[in-house]
């Protein structure tokens, strides 16, 4: 048990924890797929196998998208209305896909998810208009393809994690109607929701580095915090969400064929 809380960490890779964090959190806030640079130090720096560095990570996802949902909910309470289904679909998903992961090779989850990050930047580029609309009433997360495609991709949330808060922006603001900027909102409620049953089961299986997982999770919550104040206080939240999320698909999605 005392592996589970004990690290040795030189000063550099304690900086390269701090500065990860802080950007990942930030980032994850923002758009998503900053578990692209969390699970490499787990794997590359902190010799974790890959099996509990993808577990291990879910400690950090859970506190950054607690704080900054939290922090989201004192600003404006009324974004959140209406998601208990889409929190309650994606959770079950979420469980099912953790279960999946326990055991399953990841290799070509990882090829079919760069090639959806493919078609995903090519949304982005040839259809602005739908990312970058602000809807006023006519928001759907009742729907049941909304509900269907959250249950998707809860599943995919359990089984690997890294990209998944694009794909919900995508869901959200594509079939749920919302704007990218309340759908960031709603992404990090059902993250937070969905990524706690998943990782009390990775604690039932053993797969989890609590003392690593806690450090990194103090840092990303603090860049959780940082970019909720940022689309908070920006008047073009949803142009510069936008952006940022290109650049974010498209390193994501090469990143995953690498």
């Known amino acids: 048990?005392?592996?589970?809380?004990?690290?040795?960490?030189?000063?550099?890779?304690?900086?390269?924890?701090?500065?990860?964090?802080?950007?990942?959190?930030?980032?994850?806030?923002?758009?998503?797929s900053g578990s692209l640079l969390t699970l490499p130090i787990f794997i590359f720096i902190c010799g974790l196998p890959p099996s509990v560095a993808n577990a291990t990570n879910r400690i950090g996802v859970v506190m950054q998208s607690g704080i900054a949902t939290w922090t989201w909910f004192k600003k404006d309470p009324k974004v959140f209305k209406g998601a208990w289904k889409l929190l309650l679909s994606s959770s079950i998903g979420a469980l099912l896909g953790s279960r999946i992961a326990v055991n399953l090779d990841e290799t070509m989850m990882r090829y079919s998810i760069g090639i959806?990050?493919?078609?995903?930047?090519?949304?982005?580029?040839?259809k602005p208009q739908k990312w970058l609309k602000d809807p006023l009433g006519d928001i759907k997360p009742d729907k049941p393809l909304t509900i269907f495609v959250?249950?998707?991709?809860?599943?995919?949330?359990?089984?690997?994690?890294?990209?998944?808060?694009v794909f919900l922006l995508a869901a959200l603001v594509l079939v749920g109607n919302y704007s990218l900027k309340n759908a960031n909102a709603i992404k990090l409620l059902l993250v937070f929701a969905f990524t706690i049953p998943s990782l009390i089961l990775f604690f039932y299986y053993g797969k989890v580095h609590i003392g690593l997982g806690l450090l990194m999770g103090f840092f990303q919550s603090i860049g959780a915090w940082l970019g909720v104040n940022f689309i908070a206080k920006m008047p073009n939240a949803n142009t510069w969400i936008y952006r940022i999320l290109i650049v974010v698909v498209a390193i994501s999605a090469l990143k995953f064929f690498i």
């Open 150 to 165: 959250l249950f998707v991709i809860g599943v995919y949330g359990g089984f690997l994690q890294a990209g998944v808060g």
């Open 116 to 126: 959806l990050m493919f078609a995903m930047l090519v949304v982005l580029l040839f």
């Open 1 to 32: 048990m005392e592996s589970l809380f004990s690290f040795d960490l030189t000063i550099w890779e304690l900086l390269l924890f701090v500065v990860v964090g802080i950007f990942t959190g930030i980032i994850n806030t923002i758009a998503g």
